[in-house]
């Protein structure tokens, strides 16, 4: 068990117990208070709750135990491994984490195995260290923390935009900047409640994209997210009238390919270490698919 001291006030205590040298994130002190794990003066406290300076502030983070989920042999690419991290290039098709309707097969199964036991167990489960996402159809990098010391760095890293990632899209029609932003908040859509939407009351949400190459109907791009909001690319280009290829959740067009999911791919991250602090730059090239789409056009517009 931990303990603080309130040395601030009218701070939510989130807010507080995250800015001090605990080692937890944000999320993570959230699901420690909403599970009673944190006390304050020995009563447990909404994660509003403001602190008074003399606060007495209890923190327990509970044994890890073990996880249901099973480890599966999946074989997916790993581009980086240490003792820390792992980062693999997820094939499109692939979901990342368990749920309904996955219950396996997917990206933290292939992990389990793959790890043998060496995971991350924030949050009161040992299990594959996942600090962030991609949609199920988007292929490409993803980081796996694989302690506990890597994962809150990882995750603060990427909360504070210091992980820099680049993808490649192809999307339909020609756009006519070289290059632009896009800055528009994004929030759950009010019309499906399994789709995202450009809404005035959403979070912020930008988005940079470069043209790499233009063809006849379509255009090739890199793109550089600067927040990490749920199906974000896709809904930016789709917002500006340019959906991606093969995405018909957010485009009303035919697929032209007969790909199955959006051609969207994480092509490189830069961060830094977690724990070594070393400036990492890793990349993952193009899936078959993806680049006999883009042959089929160079071919044509020659």
């Known amino acids: 068990m931990e303990k603080l001291v309130a040395d601030s006030e009218n701070v939510r205590l989130d807010a507080y117990i995250s800015s001090k040298e605990t080692n937890l994130s944000r999320t993570n002190v959230q699901r420690l208070i909403e599970e009673g794990n944190i006390l304050v003066n020995g009563q447990k406290k909404k994660i509003s709750y403001k602190v008074q300076i003399g606060d007495n502030i209890e923190i327990n983070i509970p044994e890890a135990k073990e996880t249901s989920i099973k ?8 581009v980086y491994e240490d003792n820390d991290i792992i980062v693999v290039n997820k094939p499109k098709g692939m979901v990342v984490h368990p749920a309904n309707g ?10 389990m195995a793959m790890c043998k036991g060496s995971l991350s ?3 009161g489960e040992i299990r594959p260290g996942i600090v962030h ?4 159809d988007t292929s490409g990098l993803l980081i796996v923390a694989k302690n506990d010391l890597a994962h809150i760095n990882m995750s603060n890293q990427i909360k504070d935009r210091q992980v820099k990632k680049i993808y490649i899209a192809l999307v339909k029609g020609n756009i006519n900047e070289d290059e632009a932003t896009i800055n528009m908040p994004i929030g759950r859509s009010t019309k499906d409640r399994k789709k ?5 009351d959403g979070k912020e949400a930008v988005t940079h994209f470069k043209v790499l190459k233009r063809y006849k109907d379509y255009t090739l791009l890199k ?5 990490g909001r749920t199906h974000q690319i896709r809904v930016h280009l789709a917002e500006i009238g340019h959906p991606v290829i093969g995405d018909m959740v957010y ?39 993806f680049e006999k789409v883009l042959e089929k056009l160079d071919r044509e517009n020659n």
């Open 71 to 78: 480890a599966e042999n999946i074989p997916v690419e790993v």
């Open 102 to 111: 996955n219950p396996d097969g997917t990206l933290v199964n292939a992990i």
């Open 121 to 123: 167990g924030i949050g």
């Open 133 to 136: 996402r991609l949609d199920k």
């Open 196 to 200: 995202m939407a450009v809404r005035k």
């Open 223 to 227: 793109v550089k997210i600067d927040t």
């Open 251 to 289: 485009s009303k067009g035919k697929n032209e390919f007969g790909v199955e999911g959006q051609m969207l791919h994480a092509q490189s991250l830069d961060f830094k270490h977690p724990i070594t602090g070393k400036e990492m730059h890793l990349e993952a090239k193009l899936p078959e698919y």
